[in-house]
Nanobody, 120 residues
Framework: QVQLVESGGGLVHPGGSLRLSCAAS????????MGWYRQGPGNQRDLVAR???????NYTDSVKGRFSISRDNAKNTMYLQMTNLKPEDTAVFYC??????????????WGQGTQVTVSS
């Protein structure tokens, strides 16, 4: 059994910052690529940023220069540092990870989501 648990969401004023965390636990042999997705009201779930096991990262255009994704492989944890937040960043943020079990099976897992609200 594998769990992804996000934390760090909340209410912030425009221009503010938040740091999201995603901790993986359970029966894990190796974690491959990880990513942050978000789903705003009435919208589909879209990729925000993605980071490989080798820490190569890519971002959707709307967050480039404002968000930074990172990971601590020793802690099985991924982060998303968000700065200069805008009202249009308001969404539920989900973490996603490709994880190999000790038995050699790769599966994709999702966290439960954390709400980020940007409002004055």
């Amino acid at each position: 059994q594998v769990q992804l648990v996000e934390s760090g969401g909340g209410l912030v004023h425009p221009g503010g910052s938040l740091r999201l965390s995603c901790a993986a636990s359970g029966s894990i042999f190796k974690i491959g690529a990880m990513g942050w997705y978000r789903q705003g009201p009435g919208n589909q779930r879209d990729l925000v940023a993605r980071i490989t096991n080798g820490r190569s990262a890519n971002y959707t255009d709307s967050v480039k220069g404002r968000f930074s994704i990172s990971r601590d492989n020793a802690k099985n944890t991924m982060y998303l540092q968000m700065t200069n937040l805008k009202p249009e960043d308001t969404a539920v943020f989900y973490c996603n990870a490709n994880i190999e079990s000790p038995g050699g099976i790769w599966r994709t897992y999702w966290g439960q989501g954390t709400q980020v609200t940007v409002s004055s």
